[in-house]
C-alpha cells in the first residue's frame, strides 16, 4: 500500500509539473509532436513501400524460352535445374506449351491471327516458356541471369529496366525511411533531455529541498522520467490524430492506390491503429529515456 501511495504521488506530482513548468513543457511537448509527425509519414511511407513491392512480387514473372529441339524428359531436367535455385520455389513454376502460347495470341490479337492463319498451332515457331516467379523481387536480375545459363534456354526476359528501376527506387526509399526514423529518434530523445535539462537546474532549489528533507535519490528521479512520460504521451497525441484521419482520407481521395492500380495502398483498418500504438510508445519511451538521460547526467544522483 505504502509503495502504490508513493508511485501515485509521483504521478501526480510529475502531472502537476508539466503543468507547473508550461513553458518549458511546451518546447519538449512540440519537440516530440514535430518529430513523430515525420516519424509517422517515415513509417506509413516505408510500409507502403513493403506493400507495393509485395504486390510487384506476386505479378512480376520471369519468362524462360525453351529450345523447339528440347523433348519432354529434357524439359522436365530444365525445370529441375530452375527450382534447384535460391529464389524459386517449385510452385511458382508454371510451363506453357507454344500450342498454348499460339492460341492465346491469335485469340488476343487480330494482327497476330492474320499473320499466323496459315500456320498450324503444331507448328508455330512460338517456343515453349517456363513462367517463373521469384521469392525476393530484389534479387530477381541474379535470378535471370541464373535461368539464363540453363542449358536449353534460348532467352530470359522479365521487364528489365522498369522492374530493376522500380526494385532501385524502392530499396532506396525504404533504406532512407528506416536511417530517417532512427536519426529522428535519437534527435528527439537529445532535445528532450536538453529541454529537461533546462527545467531541472530552473528547479535546482527544489531538488535541493527534497535531498535536505532525507528523500532518495529514487525519490528525486522518478517525478523527472514519469514527467517526461507525460510529455511523451501528449505529445503523441496530435501526430496520432493526423495519422489516423489523415491517412483515411488520403486512402478514400485515392481510392486505395497510387497512380496506377498496380500500386496499392494499405488499408486503413487496422493499419493506422497499430501506427498509432508504434507512435505512442516512441513518444513514451523517448520521453522517459530523455529524462532518465537529464537526471543522470546532470543531477549526478
Same mark, same amino acid.
Given at each position: 500500500?505504502?509503495?502504490?501511495?508513493?508511485?501515485?504521488?509521483?504521478?501526480?506530482?510529475?502531472?502537476?509539473?508539466?503543468?507547473?513548468?508550461?513553458?518549458?513543457?511546451?518546447?519538449?511537448?512540440?519537440?516530440?509532436?514535430?518529430?513523430?509527425?515525420?516519424? !509517422?509519414?517515415?513509417?506509413?511511407?516505408?510500409?507502403?513501400?513493403?506493400?507495393?513491392?509485395?504486390?510487384?512480387?506476386?505479378?512480376?514473372?520471369?519468362?524462360?524460352?525453351?529450345?523447339?529441339? #528440347?523433348?519432354?524428359?529434357?524439359?522436365?531436367?530444365?525445370?529441375?535445374?530452375?527450382?534447384?535455385?535460391?529464389?524459386?520455389?517449385?510452385?511458382?513454376?508454371?510451363?506453357?506449351?507454344?500450342?498454348?502460347?499460339?492460341?492465346?495470341?491469335?485469340?488476343?490479337?487480330?494482327?497476330?491471327?492474320?499473320?499466323?492463319?496459315?500456320?498450324?498451332?503444331?507448328?508455330?515457331?512460338?517456343?515453349?516458356?517456363?513462367?517463373?516467379?521469384?521469392?525476393?523481387?530484389?534479387?530477381?536480375?541474379?535470378?535471370?541471369?541464373?535461368?539464363?545459363?540453363?542449358?536449353?534456354?534460348?532467352?530470359?526476359? $522479365?521487364?528489365?529496366?522498369?522492374?530493376?528501376?522500380?526494385?532501385?527506387?524502392?530499396?532506396?526509399?525504404? #533504406?532512407?525511411?528506416?536511417?530517417?526514423?532512427? !536519426?529522428?529518434?535519437?534527435?528527439?530523445?537529445?532535445?528532450?533531455?536538453?529541454?529537461?535539462?533546462?527545467?531541472?537546474?530552473?528547479? #535546482?532549489?527544489?531538488?535541493?529541498?527534497?535531498?535536505?528533507?532525507? !528523500?532518495?535519490?529514487?525519490?528525486?528521479?522518478?517525478?523527472?522520467?514519469?514527467?517526461?512520460?507525460?510529455?511523451?504521451?501528449?505529445?503523441?497525441?496530435?501526430?496520432?490524430?493526423?495519422?489516423?484521419?489523415? $491517412?483515411?482520407?488520403? $486512402?478514400?481521395?485515392?481510392?486505395? #492506390?497510387?497512380?496506377?492500380?498496380?500500386?496499392?495502398?494499405?488499408?486503413?483498418?487496422?493499419?493506422?491503429?497499430?501506427?498509432?500504438?508504434?507512435?505512442?510508445?516512441?513518444?513514451?519511451?523517448?520521453?522517459?529515456?530523455?529524462?532518465?538521460?537529464?537526471?543522470?547526467? $546532470?543531477?549526478?544522483?
Amino acid at each position: 500500500m505504502k509503495a502504490l501511495r508513493i508511485f501515485s504521488r509521483n504521478i501526480r506530482d510529475s502531472f502537476k509539473s508539466v503543468f507547473r513548468n508550461f513553458s518549458l513543457s511546451i518546447a519538449s511537448i512540440s519537440c516530440i509532436t514535430i518529430t513523430l509527425v515525420v516519424v !509517422a509519414l517515415s513509417i506509413i511511407l516505408s510500409l507502403n513501400v513493403n506493400n507495393f513491392t509485395k504486390s510487384i512480387e506476386g505479378n512480376v514473372t520471369i519468362v524462360a524460352f525453351i529450345n523447339n529441339d #528440347k523433348d519432354e524428359k529434357a524439359i522436365e531436367n530444365i525445370k529441375q535445374e530452375i527450382i534447384k535455385l535460391d529464389n524459386v520455389s517449385e510452385k511458382n513454376i508454371e510451363f506453357k506449351d507454344k500450342v498454348e502460347i499460339s492460341k492465346e495470341m491469335i485469340n488476343d490479337s487480330e494482327i497476330i491471327k492474320g499473320v499466323m492463319e496459315d500456320i498450324s498451332t503444331e507448328n508455330t515457331p512460338v517456343q515453349n516458356t517456363f513462367q517463373v516467379k521469384v521469392d525476393k523481387i530484389v534479387d530477381i536480375g541474379k535470378t535471370a541471369k541464373a535461368i539464363g545459363k540453363i542449358d536449353g534456354i534460348t532467352n530470359v526476359k $522479365y521487364g528489365e529496366e522498369m522492374i530493376d528501376q522500380l526494385v532501385s527506387v524502392f530499396t532506396t526509399v525504404r #533504406k532512407f525511411c528506416i536511417y530517417l526514423l532512427i !536519426a529522428l529518434v535519437i534527435v528527439t530523445a537529445f532535445l528532450i533531455a536538453n529541454t529537461i535539462k533546462i527545467t531541472i537546474f530552473s528547479r #535546482k532549489r527544489e531538488i535541493e529541498i527534497m535531498r535536505l528533507v532525507g !528523500a532518495s535519490n529514487t525519490n528525486i528521479k522518478i517525478p523527472f522520467i514519469m514527467e517526461g512520460l507525460f510529455l511523451g504521451i501528449i505529445g503523441s497525441i496530435l501526430p496520432i490524430l493526423l495519422t489516423i484521419i489523415g $491517412y483515411q482520407k488520403i $486512402y478514400q481521395h485515392f481510392h486505395g #492506390k497510387m497512380f496506377t492500380s498496380f500500386i496499392k495502398l494499405v488499408s486503413p483498418v487496422p493499419f493506422v491503429y497499430y501506427v498509432s500504438l508504434v507512435l505512442l510508445g516512441i513518444g513514451m519511451i523517448v520521453g522517459m529515456f530523455g529524462s532518465w538521460r537529464a537526471v543522470k547526467k $546532470y543531477l549526478k544522483i
